[in-house]
């Protein structure tokens, strides 16, 4: 007779702490089996990269300090028939995940794979995030509770844990996954605690100071982004600890614009999780004939760093890189290629969801979209690159160090290398369109021709139609909601 057991399915809540299917799963009182699935139909998908398995091998290797995690290179439902045939699953726990459509398609065939053998699949709410939420006007409230109940106490001294040695899982992912790259942030639930430490303990005191520049905004930030997008910590548990300290904190400020943007992480995701279409179309389709041709090599040197336009340039290297930007140099970045190069806000999504280590499909998509002026509700923001850099890396730091073939050149060159001159060309040893390229556009000509074609569709009478549609939707009650 097979044991029956209980299992947590992880996804992207890669943590022990504030951990509802674990600590459901505990109230069962039947042994329960941990399991996660490198799934080869994710790895073959447009938005993934070695970085992020990377991250979540590196964050199951620190949790199997704590827990037995049984971890498979296979996919869900091909896992849980080999489990199944050693076992009797009573019960699957795992929280709601607002992914990719592919992601919403594996999750309906899996809940109709429990449903065809009596198998109870609970799923619990991740963040602050609420599914088939009814009325938008409601979810402020409803944030702010989850925020402040008690997190999950789970006592893993209390669970009994299945013996899964004679299930034979395929443990041969892609050797860079399971080695060691100090270029990324590394993973885990130990690592998400102490960054969060080291932020509340004294970086946080520049937060807004520094929360636009590349340079200083990689050491100001908080830098918690990927630990929170793949569950090493829940936002409850960053927002309680923030809270806790805004009563003693010297810097108030700070903390509550910090506050502030924990609540927008998780509005962007509600979003996404209330419009499930936003993965491939505008919000607002008044803006549907726009950008409709992809320009290869123009796409080419945004991706290569190789524009003619330093800080564009540098951020994307270093992106590539690193798997790292701050807000502001990622809004610039969209900005240059849907505007500037007026291309189609997809084909940099897909670019950039492969090379964001904190990649959150639920804030990437929305987000993508507000960038690139097409969802009729936010102000279009054009960035003009050169403002940018002489505003915001002011003694071109951050150029200087991802772009190194601009370094022997004086600070105003570096933020405008099109404006040397002969002479300087031979004093500098340099020569503009050899070490590095021409600018690939003019950007006052461009942004010029991207705000005018914006504004007029956006003051057309079918944008404020629409408009009224996605307000209503995202500020009052939402449509085609995820009902797996």
């Keep these: 007779m097979k044991l029956e057991v209980s299992v947590v399915w992880l996804k992207r809540d890669l943590r022990v702490e504030d951990h509802a299917p674990l600590f459901y799963a505990a109230k069962f009182k039947l042994p329960v089996i941990v399991v996660y699935c490198f799934e080869p139909s994710l790895q073959s998908h447009y938005d993934w990269d070695e970085r992020h398995w990377r991250f979540v091998y590196e964050s199951i290797i620190d949790l199997e300090k704590k827990i037995p995690v049984v971890w498979n290179y296979g996919e869900v439902i091909s896992t849980f028939e080999e489990l199944a045939s050693q076992f009797t699953i009573k019960n699957v726990f795992s929280h709601e995940e ?5 992601t919403y398609k594996r999750d309906k065939e899996f809940k109709k794979w429990c449903q065809n053998r009596g198998i109870l699949w609970k799923e619990y ?41 004679m299930i034979s899982f395929d443990h041969e992912l892609p050797s860079p996954i399971k080695s060691l ?10 690592e998400a605690h102490k960054v969060l430490k080291d932020f509340f303990d004294h970086r946080y005191f520049d937060y807004m ?27 409850r548990q960053v927002y309680q600890e923030a809270t806790k300290l805004l009563k003693e904190a010297p810097q108030k400020k700070n903390l ?50 190789k524009t003619g336009y330093p800080l564009v340039d540098a951020c994307m290297r270093c992106v590539d890189q690193t798997g790292y930007l701050n807000f502001r140099m990622r809004a610039m970045v969209v900005s240059f290629l849907t505007h500037h190069l007026w291309q189609p806000w997809q084909v940099g999504a897909k670019y950039l969801a492969q090379k964001f280590l904190d990649y959150e499909p639920g804030i990437h998509f929305p987000q993508f979209q507000m960038q690139a002026g097409v969802t009729g509700v936010n102000t279009i923001r054009v960035y003009n690159p050169i403002k940018q850099s002489e505003e915001k890396d002011e003694d071109a730091l951050f150029i200087r160090e991802w772009v190194p073939e601009l370094k ?71 449509s085609s909601r995820r009902t797996s």
């Design 98 to 102: 607002t992914g990719t459509d592919i």
């Design 125 to 165: 709410q991740s963040n602050g995030v609420v599914r088939a939420l009814r009325d938008r006007g409601e979810w402020v409230r409803l944030w702010a509770s989850h925020m402040r109940r008690v997190p999950f106490k789970v006592r893993i001294e209390s669970m009994s844990f299945a013996d899964t040695s």
């Design 181 to 190: 790259d100090p270029s990324f942030q590394p993973g885990g639930e130990s």
């Design 209 to 235: 100071k520094n929360i636009s520049t590349p340079a200083q905004g990689r050491y100001s930030c908080s830098r918690l982004s990927p630990h929170i997008s793949w569950g090493n910590l829940s936002i």
């Design 256 to 305: 509550l614009q910090f506050i502030s943007r924990l609540q927008w992480h998780c509005h962007f995701i509600q979003k996404f999780e209330d419009e499930v279409e936003l993965e491939f179309k505008n919000m607002n389709r008044a803006f549907d004939h726009l950008r409709t041709t992809v320009e290869k090599e123009k796409v080419r040197s945004w991706m290569d760093g």
């Design 408 to 478: 022997g050149l004086p600070t105003h060159l570096i933020h405008c290398p099109w404006k040397i001159t002969s002479m300087e060309e031979t004093l500098y040893q340099f020569k503009l369109g050899e070490q590095y390229p021409h600018p690939i556009v003019d950007v006052m000509e461009s942004g010029k021709f991207a705000r005018d074609k914006l504004f007029k569709v956006s003051s057309g009478e079918m944008a404020r139609d629409e408009s009224q549609k996605v307000l209503k939707k995202h500020t009052n009650r939402g």
